[in-house]
């Protein structure tokens, strides 16, 4: 995380305050990003304001990060830009997290009211990372041939050639 900046917040304390935390956190520190991503280099970068907004704790921001992702097609590399606003709740409970107004999304606090800055971050990032990633056009599909305007994948052709031809002899 970037230097001065708090790893565990009240945010409650945070929002009455208005208190902004802004910074980087380095991708290869979010442990439940790694098995999502083909490399962890690079950087989470964001800036969350905490405020009180009528009886509404919350914090809005934003984040933004370059990943590499995995095409589930063609199975290559698949840079993915995530740039996306924050609008949280913080709630004690399920049936105040029901209660919340629009946009906000609810986070519930457990005691005591504290949470790791890269925990919120991360679950930005996760939650913006589709959950089929794929290139719009995988140029390994467009290699393996073309027939009337759609790609033709037939992976068990080349299997015909293990058996023996089934030939009737009389």
């Known amino acids: 995380m970037s230097k001065g900046l ?14 902004v935390v802004a910074g980087a956190i380095p991708l290869y520190a979010m442990e439940r990003l790694r098995d999502q991503v083909v490399a962890t280099s690079g950087e989470v970068r964001f800036r969350l304001e905490f405020a009180k ?8 921001g934003r984040v933004e990060a370059e990943v590499v992702l995995q095409c589930q097609c063609c199975l290559g590399d ?6 996306r606003d924050v609008v949280l709740g913080f709630v004690g409970s399920i049936e105040q997290a029901d209660r919340l ?26 939650l913006s990372i589709p959950q089929v990633p794929r290139h ?5 599909v467009e290699q393996e041939g073309v027939a009337g305007g759609k790609a033709e994948r037939r992976p068990f ?12 002899q009389n």
Request: aromatic share 6%.
């Open 101 to 126: 107004p629009e946009p906000f999304e609810p986070v519930i606090l457990d005691e005591p009211r504290v949470l790791r800055v890269a925990e919120i971050v991360e679950d930005e990032i996760l």
């Open 6 to 19: 708090p790893d565990i917040i009240d945010p409650v304390d945070f929002a009455e305050k208005g208190r």
């Open 78 to 83: 698949l840079p993915y830009a995530i740039d």
């Open 53 to 60: 907004e009528g009886v509404v704790v919350g914090a809005r």
């Open 157 to 168: 052709a080349d299997l015909a050639g293990l058996f023996p031809s089934n030939t009737k």
């Open 136 to 140: 719009e056009v995988c140029e390994t």
